[in-house]
T-cell receptor, first 114, second 114 residues
Framework: AQSVAQPEDQVNVAEGNPLTVKCTYS??????LFWYVQYPNRGLQFLLK??????LVKGSYGFEAEFNKSQTSFHLKKPSALVSDSALYFC????????????FGTGTQLKVEL | DGGITQSPKYLFRKEGQNVTLSCEQN?????MYWYRQDPGQGLRLIYY???????QKGDIAEGYSVSREKKESFPLTVTSAQKNPTAFYLC?????????????FGSGTRLTVV
């Protein structure tokens, strides 16, 4: 069975500094990986995904993620954080079996401070 | 605009009651999913449906039931057998195409047992 780990419950960063939210995965076969962001009492908003191709994926709102097959990681990054980036971030992997289900990590709360 | 609509946004249930959460999509997606979100646990899959009149249990189906009589609709019933139903419930649908975000999420229903 596939799984996703987000080792940090919370990440704090100063506005203007680069941010990284970590994600590692375990899956048989080629991974389909996703990042989502959630604001309080809202649904999930898609940021980016990796299916195949370039290891550096660019997404919405200036976010990008680097796929590293040898380290089974898919860390989310942004060169310069904004206070408005403060939210809950989820990494997910798509099931390679039936149903195309998404398996999520436990989420990382990002707090960007002035 | 195309999207997923979940209703109600907030729902209060008394002990022993069944309640039904609505999920409607106008994206013409075949597959639909129900997730439960609890703090610190990420999103866990309750049920999913890949086509009309067919659905499968997810990881935490006990105490829940679903139906898929129409492509657009995938209601979730939280039964009295669900011991701890207080949570945030998210519905999603999936496009068969790999272009774009693939999955679209509703804005959620927060269920509270009173």
């Amino acid at each position: 069975a596939q799984s996703v780990a987000q080792p940090e419950d919370q990440v704090n960063v100063a506005e203007g500094n680069p941010l990284t939210v970590k994600c590692t995965y375990s899956v048989s076969g080629n991974p389909y990986l996703f990042w989502y962001v959630q604001y309080p009492n809202r649904g999930l908003q898609f940021l980016l995904k990796y299916i195949t191709g370039d290891n550096l994926v660019k997404g919405s709102y200036g976010f990008e993620a680097e796929f590293n097959k040898s380290q089974t990681s898919f860390h989310l990054k942004k060169p310069s954080a904004l206070v408005s980036d403060s939210a809950l971030y989820f990494c997910a992997v798509r099931d390679t079996g039936g149903g195309n289900k998404l398996t999520f990590g436990t989420g990382t709360q990002l707090k960007v401070e002035l | 605009d195309g999207g997923i609509t979940q209703s109600p946004k907030y729902l209060f249930r008394k002990e022993g009651q069944n309640v039904t959460l609505s999920c409607e999509q106008n994206l013409n997606h075949d597959a639909m999913y129900w997730y439960r979100q609890d703090p610190g646990q990420g999103l866990r899959l309750i049920y999913y449906s890949q086509i009309v009149n067919d659905f499968q249990k997810g990881d935490i189906a006990e105490g829940y039931s679903v139906s898929r009589e129409k492509k657009e609709s995938f209601p979730l019933t939280v039964t009295s057998a669900q011991k701890n139903p207080t949570a945030f419930y998210l519905c999603a649908s999936r496009s068969a195409l790999d272009r774009g975000p693939g999955y679209t999420f509703g804005s959620g229903t927060r269920l509270t047992v009173v």
